[in-house]
């Protein structure tokens, strides 16, 4: 089984600024079959990226996906208020498991 | 546009079992596959299993395998997660998710989850 690790948080940023979140497989994730999710409190995530790199449809051209192989990265340009909140990445490269990481938290 | 409702949620004693509904609407349910997500409270996700479009392939993760059954009624457009001799560290929001609905992969589409409480 693919484990997933994330970036360390919370995170403590400003609106405005530029953040970069990390996610470490202790595998290779095959296809680069990566996506990344946000969740704020009391919701329900909300897919942000796909393929590691592929925008979901509505989402703000400020959330970038990168990476291949094991390490992966999310990247948000400028941090807007209703960025806040906690960021899942997930591996689909094995079709008999989907793991997720155990999330990052921005916090303002 | 897609709906997806959980239901049969509660507080449950550990050992026993209940099962979980989803019910879909606004997408051709028979050509997904959907999946069951846990969060336990202040927790992070944890994905739990994934049924295929037309219920032949069915997969767990490790702490639910032998345990829990995904399975799904196309007629009914719904899925259903039977749990069995739950324990305490079952206790988390259940999400059912839709896989790539309207993207190249991914859990497009969510639930708002069903609270399942296992205590004594």
């Known amino acids: 089984e693919i484990v997933l690790t994330q970036s360390p948080g919370p995170l403590s940023l400003s609106p405005g600024e530029r953040v970069t979140l990390s996610c470490r497989a202790s595998q290779t994730v095959a296809n680069s079959h990566l996506a990344w999710y946000q969740q704020k409190p009391g919701q329900a995530p909300r897919l942000l990226i796909y393929g590691a790199y592929t925008r979901a449809p509505g989402i703000p051209d400020r959330f970038s996906g990168s990476g291949s192989g094991t390490d992966f990265t999310l990247t948000i340009s400028r941090l807007e208020p209703e960025d806040f909140a906690v960021y899942y990445c997930?591996?689909?490269?094995?079709?008999?498991?989907?793991?997720f990481g155990p999330g990052t938290k921005v916090e303002i | 546009q897609v709906k997806l409702v959980e239901s049969g949620g509660g507080v449950v004693q550990p050992g026993t079992s209940r099962t979980l509904s989803c019910a879909a609407s606004g997408f051709r349910f028979s050509t997904y596959a959907m999946h069951w997500v846990r969060q336990a409270p202040g927790k992070g996700l944890e994905w739990v299993a994934v049924?295929?479009?037309?219920?032949?392939?069915?997969y767990y993760a490790d702490s639910v395998k032998g345990r829990f059954t995904i399975s799904r009624d196309n007629s009914k457009t719904t899925i259903f997660l039977d749990m069995n001799s739950l324990r305490p560290e079952d206790t988390a929001v259940y999400f059912c998710a839709l896989w790539a609905g309207s993207t190249g992969g991914g859990l497009d589409s969510w639930g708002q989850g069903t609270l399942v409480t296992v205590s004594s």
């Open positions: 049924v295929s479009y037309d219920g032949t392939k069915k």
């Open positions: 997930q591996q689909y490269g094995s079709s008999d498991s989907y793991t």
